[in-house]
């Protein structure tokens, strides 16, 4: 943006800053460069160029300070005594004429402002037009007009001593197209004069030449020599005055010029000061006697009586005594005492206002201005009877460090600005070499640390160069490889520790691209290294780039390791138990599906086979709808085995042993596989119908054959074969039991699931067994099938054994023990039903199944009644509680469940018998029913001779517990 271009020079601000400093000396200066966001080191920068919004700020805030809106003009003609206009003045010294001064205006204005461009006509002898054009884009102001009018009247001065007068026709702020600007001045004496003899000469010769024709030659003669007088006289005398004119105006310049070579010279004596001062200093990096250094320097080559400096504590809340001059043994204790706060805000002291202005303070007369020190100051400043003080604070990059102060007991001069400035150039260069030396310090402290850190560190550190040599091997890295520094430094890195034969080693040739494509990151790598003795171990590395100079040469690369071998170990154990967790929770995640879909087709089928058995029911004996409606009762039987299976899976079921023949399970399963199998394998089939009775839960052996045989068809599924699978009647020897823990002698059950597969390894066929392991390529299996199979002939008294051959196929042999004399229940084939006519309350979310049930009962003869809600049910039983003989309540519902609703109706009435459904047995056990007053549990899928029988059960024993509860 233009408006932030650099533009104005300094010496402009510089030439307001010595404005106010005259005329308005109690506005702070600093203030309004602050506001501006002009530096103090820029002001005083003649190199330096602000921009537009710097400048507009800057006479912003002056014209409120100082309440003077014409402040631009008075500073234009102040410039005639300014030092900020050295440049006017070095250009006018050795111009005699004041036309010539501003014809040259245009030559001059660039080096102080880059904003408009100026042309300069000469009009008359003592008049000039100036036309000042703003350059493209830039936005002036018009009090920048102004002060260029200031500006051009105090030209004048150099020469007359009188402002010239200007006329100001045209203004590019009021619409022109240019500011014009008529510069006039008064003509000077000897001007006059000439004038006036070049009048004379005129008027002579005209004269002269009149009279020839009135009057006789002689007259004429005497005219001429009358004139020729005047002029010679009015020639002298112009002269004369010219030369005084002349002579006065080289005085002044003269003047001028000697005050400039005075001020150069000493400039360049303060410049010697400071160099030498940093030339002291440069070698010192201890602070104390640094500023000794610089007392010294200070107390030889300027003339003050006395010189302190004063640093701020490491809390930067005091200003401590730290080195001086001119001070009696007894002073400098008084010195060494003294503290200055820098912690309290209403701390008035010079020392201090100093430190927290960063600027100078000048007291050339301490008792007038004893009313602004404070009483700590103004006692200490009368205890050393000091008659003039100087105060310059030590700052570095806006940071102060404290202060520097000089005075003089017995002055021989007043202490000027000139000396503060001189001092502030000191302080400057002392605040440098105190950084200096403290970096200085806090390096050597760093590096000490550094090393001690280095050497004690629990970590492998280690640098190698380029060529990945080893350059520095710190001792716990000698330990730790067994190397010792010798032996290892300058050896390749590749040849001795990060060589390994497993593949599993570091590249470092590698991790160099990396380095170098990004310089400023840390690289983390891990690898087998080679320690002395040639075992390997597992260290964490990371590498850090060290680059040096402009064109990021690559010097050395920073290794920092640790031993890891342990934890990689442990880590692998970790992983592995991870995976077992996560199989394990996707297995519960799948049994937890698993269960809620049981629960849903339980609801299904208890629909099913209600409805089923209602239509059989009303059908005659023998027809032939009634032989259809059979096998769906036939064909939801083994979908009741299925969701059993199910919640067995989700283990929401409850094993229950009971005496069992598996020949029907086996022919079951088999049946299930047969129409899932692919043309390719065969199945063969050997089941003895007068195996032994065994103590079983028909859905886990179901369960136990489907995952063996699922194996088997896995190994075959490329090349077919064939699944035999045989039952019989085993007895087990002493030899056979003692090569199987677990196994007693006597007579079992014989399952063999065999298949003409591609076999299993031998490595692995011992770990089969074990839960999550598997050979299967991810996605295909989980690990757990044999661990699950394992399981159940382990809870059912029983062992698995394996046998294969790689490329002949696997053979798994489970056997059961067989129980003796025990008889398997028998079926009762009977369909009646018992009836009755009592009242019953039904409930349940399900509107299919309160519709099922309100027709089974009915059918079965009782007077029912049905909600969908347990709410709906609660305010039915409150309005009429005698009305009911009986309630049945679903246990899942909504808002409430029927156990909720079991408790809030035998609030009400105590002796009420409630039968409780549920698809989840593990939710409600027969124990927790009767701990709560129930009277009987029914799990679905509901069938009407298991409802009939329950409600029969219950209603007869008089609101007693079900006698299959109790047992």
Not at 686 to 714: F, R, S, W
Not at 889 to 897: R, S, V, Y
Request: charged share 25%; net charge negative.
């Amino acid at each position: 943006m233009m408006e932030d271009a650099a533009i104005y020079n300094s010496r402009i601000t510089k030439g307001y800053i010595e404005f106010l400093k005259r005329e308005y000396p109690e506005i702070a200066v600093e203030t309004l460069l602050h506001y501006a966001e002009m530096p103090v080191y820029a002001v005083d920068d003649e190199a330096h160029w602000f921009s537009q919004r710097q400048v507009d700020r800057f006479h912003d805030i002056l014209v409120e300070k100082t309440g003077n809106p014409g402040i631009a003009r008075d500073v234009g003609r102040f410039a005639a005594s300014s030092n900020a206009m050295g440049v006017a003045k070095k250009y006018t010294l050795g111009l005699v004429h004041l036309s010539t001064a501003y014809l040259l205006m245009a030559r001059l204005y660039p080096m102080i402002s880059r904003g408009a461009d100026i042309t300069s006509k000469k009009l008359a002898s003592n008049q000039i037009e100036l036309v000042v054009t703003p350059r493209t884009g830039v936005e002036e102001k018009p009090y920048q007009c102004e002060n260029r009018m200031g500006t051009f009247e105090a030209l004048a001065r150099f020469f007359t001593d009188k402002f010239a007068t200007i006329e100001h026709p045209e203004c590019f702020h009021k619409g022109g197209k240019a500011c014009r600007y008529i510069v006039s001045w008064e003509k000077t004496p000897s001007s006059i004069w000439k004038m006036a003899r070049n009048y004379a000469i005129l008027f002579g010769v005209l004269l002269t030449g009149a009279s020839l024709f009135f009057w006789h030659f002689e007259v004429s003669i005497a005219i001429a020599e009358v004139f020729a007088f005047t002029v010679l006289a009015l020639s002298v005398y112009a002269d004369n005055l010219e030369k005084q004119e002349l002579a006065k105006t080289l005085k002044q310049q003269g003047d001028t010029a000697k005050k400039l070579l005075d001020e150069m010279n000493i400039r360049y004596n303060n410049a010697l000061l400071v160099e030498e001062i940093g030339r002291a200093t440069s070698a010192v990096l201890d602070i104390d006697q640094l500023l000794e250094e610089v007392m010294a320097v200070i107390s030889k080559r300027l003339d003050f009586d006395r010189g302190v400096i004063w640093l701020a504590n490491q809390k930067n809340d005091r200003l401590i005594y730290k080195s001086g001059y001119g001070y009696s043994a007894e002073e400098e204790k008084v010195l060494k005492e003294a503290e200055f706060h820098l912690d309290n805000p209403d701390s008035r002291g010079f020392a201090v206002q100093a430190f927290k202005e960063q600027k100078g303070f000048l007291l050339d007369d301490v008792e007038a201005v004893r009313d602004d020190l404070s009483m700590k100051s103004y006692e200490l400043i009368s205890q050393f009877n000091a008659k003039s003080i100087i105060c310059v604070p030590l700052v570095y990059k806006g940071e102060s460090l404290g202060v520097l102060v000089v005075d003089n007991v017995e002055t021989k001069r007043s202490l000027t600005q000139s000396d503060m400035n001189l001092l502030l150039g000191v302080a400057s260069q002392t605040a440098v070499s105190i950084v200096n030396a403290r970096s200085f310090q806090e390096l050597q402290n760093s590096e000490k640390k550094y090393r001690e850190l280095v050497e004690n560190a629990n970590s492998i550190i280690m640098r190698v160069d380029p060529g990945f040599h080893v350059t520095f091997f710190n001792e716990f890295a000698q330990n730790f490889f067994g190397y010792k520094e010798l032996e290892i430094m300058g050896k390749n890195v590749h040849e001795t520790l990060f060589s390994s034969n497993t593949g599993a080693g570091l590249n470092l040739y590698r991790l160099y691209k990396d380095m170098r494509g990004t310089p400023q990151s840390l690289l983390v790598a891990e690898g087998e290294c080679t320690r002395h003795d040639g075992r390997q171990v597992v260290v964490a590395w990371t590498f850090k780039p060290i680059f040096k100079g402009a064109q990021q040469d690559m010097q050395e690369i920073l290794c920092i390791g640790n031993d890891v071998t342990e934890l990689k170990k442990a880590a692998d154990a970790n992983r592995t138990l991870e995976i077992q967790l996560q199989q394990a929770q996707k297995m519960e995640a799948i049994g937890t599906l698993a269960g809620g879909i049981a629960h849903d087709f339980n609801n299904i089928l208890t629909a099913i086979i209600g409805y089923a058995e209602i239509a059989k029911l009303r059908l005659p004996g023998e027809s032939r709808a009634r032989e259809s409606l059979e096998e769906v009762l036939r064909a939801s039987d083994r979908a009741k085995d299925l969701v059993g299976q199910i919640l067995s899976f989700s283990r929401q079921g409850q094993q229950q042993l009971l005496p069992a023949q598996i020949g029907p399970i086996v022919k079951e399963a088999l049946k299930l596989l047969r129409a899932s199998l692919p043309s390719t394998i065969e199945i063969n089939q050997n089941i003895d119908p007068d195996a032994g009775v065994v103590k079983a839960d028909p859905t886990q052996i179901h369960q136990v054959l489907m995952n063996l045989c699922t194996n088997a068809l896995h190994a075959m599924q490329e090349r077919g074969g064939i699944l035999s699978v045989s039952l019989r009647n085993s007895m087990v020897d002493e030899v056979f039991a003692s090569r199987h823990p677990g196994l007693e002698p006597g007579l079992y059950v014989k399952l063999h699931v065999q298949d003409t597969g591609y076999g299993i390894a031998p490595e692995v066929l011992d770990r089969i067994f074990e839960p999550y392991f598997t050979t299967k390529k991810t996605g295909e299996g989980t690990g757990l099938g044999l661990a699950v199979v394992h399981g159940i002939v382990k809870s059912h008294g029983g062992v698995i054994t394996v046998s294969s051959h790689r490329g002949e196929g696997t053979a798994f042999d489970v056997f059961l023990p067989v129980i003796e004399g025990d008889e398997l229940p028998l079926q009762q084939q009977s369909e009646e039903m018992p009836r009755g006519d009592e009242r019953i309350l039904f409930v349940d979310d399900e509107q299919a199944l309160v519709h099922l049930a309100k027709e089974m009962l009915e059918f079965l003869g009782y007077r029912v009644m049905t909600c969908t809600s347990g709410v709906e049910a609660l305010q039915a039983f409150r309005s009429m509680p005698d009305d009911f003989d009986l309630v049945i309540t679903d246990l899942t519902m909504p808002h409430l469940t029927g156990e909720g609703l079991a408790q809030e109706i035998l609030s009400l009435r105590k002796d009420i018998p409630i039968i409780l459904c549920t698809g989840f047995k593990q939710k409600m056990t027969e124990r927790h029913v009767k701990e709560i007053g129930l009277r009987a549990l029914l799990m679905k899928p509901l069938t009407m001779k298991e409802m009939a029988e329950t409600i029969r059960s219950v209603l007869d024993n008089g609101g007693r517990m079900d006698e299959r509860l109790e047992a």
